[in-house]
Structure formats: structure tokens, C-alpha cells
């Protein structure tokens, strides 16, 4: 079983559309999860950092940490083509060393 | 959020040769910084751990005479492919942190080895 999971997708909706992308982890110890977002052949942009259960909001985007269900989310409101991209989810434990999803490729289309 | 500066973005190099890809923090100081590779429509694989004034940490599986990496101050990582094949062909991501747990990524560098 793979530390952290997450569905490849790719998930197609259309613009104005709520996007719920989720990832599921084994390791209780974790303790930041951040979600990041990345368009194809640039390096990955941090989007939401959280280090309790709970939610948080920033825009259009809300991080979910569930702790005692080991599940995370993150919705996107309101979409838009401009955030068509691969959504990763990343976790860590007391250290900078990022254990990450493979990723769920996004389309939202005009 | 901090920034964390990647150069250079794409190059093309013949199969034999040696490519230097810089990685620098350009608002504070990095004792720890992390260079992945990523394959196309796969996610980051983590080759080593940079550190400030020490040799770098290496995954398993990952060939130090071929990826040698130097932190030779607190802005300035760098990470030479030596020898340089097809097979090292691949997208390579640096990334540090100001904040534990939050890292930050450069643009990343696009090799492509003939």
C-alpha cells in the first residue's frame, strides 16, 4: 500500500463548476499537508499549507484535513479554464521531506 | 510565498557531456534544499537532499557519480549530470523551505540528452 493515494484522473468539468479532488494516506504521523498545483513543464505552486485537521480557505480554494479518517481535499469554487492542471497532494512528517500523490490532472472547459 | 529561482529552464545537450542546473533562493536562506526529477504524467520522484557546508543525502537507486550536487552557500544549490545519457533525460525540480513542512519549487529544467 503506497504511503499516499490519489486518483490520476482526469477529472473534466465544466467552467463555474465546484472541483473536489481528495488523496488518502496510511501514516498517522503525518503532520503537514499542502496541495499543490502544477501546469505542464513548470515546477509545482504551493496552493494551500496546513498543519492541523480541519478546514482552510484561501479564495476559491479550501483545504480539508481530516486526521482521524487520514483524508484530505481540497474544492475549488467557481472554476476556471485558467485552472486546468495536475493537483498534487503532499504530506510530511516533523521534516522538509515532501512524501507526494501522483498527482489528479484537471480540465475545466469553457 | 518565497521564491526559489531555477536556471536554466530547458537544454539540450549530446550524450557524453556534463549539465549544470542552478537552483538559488532568492528571499532567504536555505540551509536544505531538494532536487526531484519527473517523468511525463507521473509525479516527483526525490533523488537527494542538499545540505549547506555537507555532502548531499541520496535516495536509493540514485547514482551519486552521476548526479553530483553541491550547496556551497545558503541561496545556491546546484546539480551537475556528469556524463550525460538518453536515459537521463527527464524534467528536474528543485525546491526549499523558509517554513518546516512548506517547500517551494523552482520552474524547473527540461534536459534533453541526444
Known amino acids: 500500500q503506497k504511503e499516499v493515494e490519489q486518483d490520476p484522473g482526469p477529472l473534466s468539468v465544466p467552467e463555474g463548476a465546484i472541483v473536489s479532488l481528495n488523496c488518502t494516506y496510511s501514516?498517522?504521523?503525518?503532520?503537514?499537508f499542502m496541495w499543490y498545483r502544477q501546469y505542464s513543464r513548470k515546477g509545482p505552486e504551493l496552493l494551500m499549507y496546513?498543519?492541523?485537521?480541519g478546514n482552510k480557505e484561501d479564495g476559491r480554494f479550501t483545504a480539508q484535513v481530516d486526521k482521524s479518517s487520514k483524508y484530505i481535499s481540497l474544492f475549488i469554487r467557481d472554476s476556471q479554464p485558467s485552472d486546468s492542471a495536475t493537483y498534487l497532494c503532499a504530506m510530511s512528517y516533523n521534516t522538509d521531506k515532501l512524501i507526494f500523490g501522483t498527482g489528479t490532472r484537471l480540465q475545466v472547459f469553457p | 510565498g518565497a521564491v526559489v529561482s531555477q536556471h536554466p529552464s530547458r537544454v539540450i545537450c549530446k550524450s557524453g557531456t556534463s549539465v549544470k542546473i542552478e537552483c538559488r533562493s532568492l528571499?532567504?536562506?536555505?540551509?536544505?534544499m531538494f532536487w526531484y526529477r519527473q517523468f511525463p504524467k507521473k509525479s516527483l520522484m526525490l533523488m537527494a537532499t542538499?545540505?549547506?557546508?555537507?555532502?548531499?543525502?541520496?535516495e536509493q537507486g540514485v547514482e551519486k557519480d552521476k548526479f553530483l550536487i553541491n550547496h556551497a552557500s545558503l541561496t545556491l544549490s546546484t546539480l551537475t549530470v556528469t556524463s550525460a545519457h538518453p536515459e537521463d533525460s527527464s524534467f528536474y525540480i528543485c525546491?526549499?523551505?523558509?517554513?518546516?513542512?512548506?517547500?517551494?519549487f523552482g520552474s524547473g529544467t527540461q534536459l534533453s540528452v541526444l
Open positions: 496546513t498543519y492541523s485537521s
Open positions: 542538499s545540505n549547506e557546508g555537507s555532502k548531499a543525502t541520496y
Open positions: 528571499d532567504f536562506q536555505a540551509t536544505t
Open positions: 501514516n498517522s504521523a503525518f503532520q503537514y
Open positions: 525546491s526549499a523551505s523558509d517554513t518546516p513542512g512548506k517547500l517551494f
